[in-house]
T-cell receptor, first 115, second 115 residues
Framework: DADVTQTPRNRITKTGKRIMLECSQT?????MYWYRQDPGLGLRLIYY???????NKGEISDGYSVSRQAQAKFSLSLESAIPNQTALYFC??????????????FGDGTRLSIL | AQTVTQSQPEMSVQEAETVTLSCTYD???????LFWYKQPPSRQMILVIR??????QNATENRFSVNFQKAAKSFSLKISDSQLGDTAMYFC????????????FGTGTRLQVTL
């Protein structure tokens, strides 16, 4: 089983719908992250959480919200989806110790298309 | 804020040859980490190699090595004996220890390995 699991793998939805992307991990890491990937732009940080009670905005948080339901679960919501949120979304985790010695581990991504 | 620049959107190399992917970054910090991630068509994000800024020795992982030039803020990836399985998007990423595990990614280089 994958250490970092994202569901769904793919999703097509309509403008204005509320969407939730889920991430769960079995690595026991404290820190979890949500990124989006767009062609030509690389990965950009949406939100990150250092523990259940610590949630922080990344560089592109507008239009998104998150919930850290437990150490192992971190979900991303689009309250009212719009077409320019069409992207590949990644969840990642890292251990609090070591920083660079413990790099981020990524899920397989959720491809989201908003029509 | 840190920036990471990958100036080669696409590259091609023949099987068994060597290729070098470029990455430059901008930071005023002295302690940080640098990474190369590989994203094959399966879209997974796979850590290829990491470099700690305080280490002068260039990191090596089998056929993958880096040329880390701290003064020039350059971090290139060399792939020796290229294989078809190396075909992927490659992302350079910067982690500043002061910002606690937040990765900044470059825009990526798409590498095609040909017969």
């Amino acid at each position: 089983d994958a250490d970092v699991t994202q569901t769904p793998r793919n999703r097509i939805t309509k403008t204005g719908k509320r969407i939730m992307l889920e991430c769960s991990q079995t690595k026991g890491h404290d820190r979890m992250y949500w990124y989006r990937q767009d062609p030509g732009l690389g990965l950009r940080l949406i939100y990150y959480s250092f523990d259940v009670k610590d949630i922080n905005k990344g560089e592109i948080s507008d239009g998104y919200s998150v919930s850290r339901q437990a150490q192992a679960k971190f979900s991303l919501s689009l309250e009212s989806a719009i077409p320019n949120q069409t992207a590949l979304y990644f969840c990642a985790t890292s251990d609090r110790q070591g920083l660079g010695n413990q790099p981020q581990h990524f899920g397989d991504g959720t491809r989201l298309s908003i029509l | 804020a840190q920036t990471v620049t990958q100036s080669q959107p696409e590259m091609s190399v023949q099987e068994a040859e060597t290729v070098t992917l470029s990455c430059t970054y901008d930071t005023s910090e002295n302690n940080y980490y640098l990474f190369w991630y590989k994203q094959p068509p399966s879209r997974q994000m796979i850590l290829v190699i990491r470099q700690e800024a305080y280490k002068q020795q260039n990191a090596t992982e089998n056929r993958f090595s880096v040329n880390f030039q701290k003064a020039a803020k350059s971090f290139s990836l060399k792939i020796s004996d290229s294989q078809l399985g190396d075909t992927a998007m490659y992302f350079c990423a910067f982690l500043n220890t002061g910002t606690a595990s937040k990765l900044t990614f470059g825009t990526g280089t798409r590498l095609q390995v040909t017969l």
